[in-house]
């Protein structure tokens, strides 16, 4: 079983939608919780950057992360054909070592 | 541009034969980190560099990887007698200083493709 799981998808929303994305992870170890986005043939680029349980708004972006649960989600309101990316969730323990899931690939169609 | 820069892009090239990826850092990061990128998977961690160090190689799959990181800034990985399962995408990230905190920044990787 892989540490981080995410379903891959994808996932495909009309313009206006709102996206849901989520992983799982089984290692309680992991205290710090992000979200890349990644644009076909380039790096991921860092999204929402969370350390506790609760919620981080950043304008139509929303991280959530239930530590009890093992469980977070990103949330895209008012999406955009603009947000058409991969979707990476990523966590590490208290140092360097990133773990990623396998990445959501969204298009929002115009 | 300031950001993290990989080359090359895109190399092909055939089983048994050896390839240098190069990684250059936004300068005065002095982390370094490689990743590999294979289709449907994440990002699977190879290896760390603070400064010229490599305190951590966990994550190179063979002893056909390796890794160097010279003066503290500029990054090559070779892969010897390449094989078809290192086909994939190889992304290298810098960060300012290791913490939990740090952001790491990702090059645009170079796609490698062995027939």
């Known amino acids: 079983q892989k540490e981080v799981e995410q379903d891959p998808g994808p996932l495909s929303v009309p313009e206006g939608a709102i996206v849901s994305l989520n992983c799982t992870y089984s290692n309680s170890a992991f205290q710090y919780f992000m979200w890349y986005r990644q644009y076909s043939r380039k790096g991921p680029e860092l999204l929402m950057y969370?350390?506790?349980?609760g919620n981080k708004e950043d304008g139509r972006f929303t991280a959530q992360v239930d530590k009890s649960s093992k469980y977070i989600s990103l949330f895209i309101r008012d999406s955009q054909p603009s947000d058409s990316a991969t979707y990476l969730c990523a966590m590490r323990r208290n140092d360097y070592k990133l773990s990623f899931g396998a990445g959501t690939t969204v298009t929002v169609r115009a | 541009g300031a950001g993290v820069s990989q080359s090359p892009s895109n190399k092909v090239t055939e089983k048994g034969k050896d390839v240098e990826l190069r990684c250059d850092p936004i300068s005065g990061h002095t982390a370094l980190y490689w990743y590999r990128q294979s289709l449907g998977q994440g990002l699977e961690f190879l290896i760390y560099f603070q400064g010229n160090s490599a305190p951590d190689k966990s994550g190179l799959p063979s002893d056909r990887f390796s890794a160097e990181r010279t003066g503290g800034s500029v990054s090559t990985l070779t892969i010897q007698r390449t094989q078809q399962e290192d086909s994939a995408v190889y992304l290298c990230?810098?960060?300012?200083?290791?913490?939990?905190?740090?952001?790491?920044?990702f090059g645009p990787g170079t796609r490698l493709l062995v027939l």
């Open positions: 990230a810098s960060s300012l200083i290791r913490t939990a905190q740090e952001t790491q920044y």
């Open positions: 969370t350390y506790s349980s």
